[in-house]
């Protein structure tokens, strides 16, 4: 996966999703708002797809140490 500039408001976005999930507590209102902040960075951006995006995101803030 190439590099891509994450912004930090998703890395932000994304932890807050993740610390509901691992709690059992994930909202719709939260997983909604993720996504919908990944479509519209990746629609501003050319070039990075709204997948690879959420995934390199993901990976940030699921797996640090890689």
């Known amino acids: 996966m190439a590099d891509i500039d994450i912004p930090p408001h998703l890395i932000e976005l994304e932890r807050a999703a993740w610390a ?32 690879e995006l959420e995934m390199a995101t993901k990976k940030v803030v699921r797996h640090p140490e890689e």
């Open 20 to 51: 509901e999930q691992q709690a059992g507590a994930l909202t719709y209102e939260t997983a909604a708002a993720v996504q919908a902040a990944y479509t519209e960075h990746a629609a501003a951006t050319d070039g990075v797809g709204r997948l």
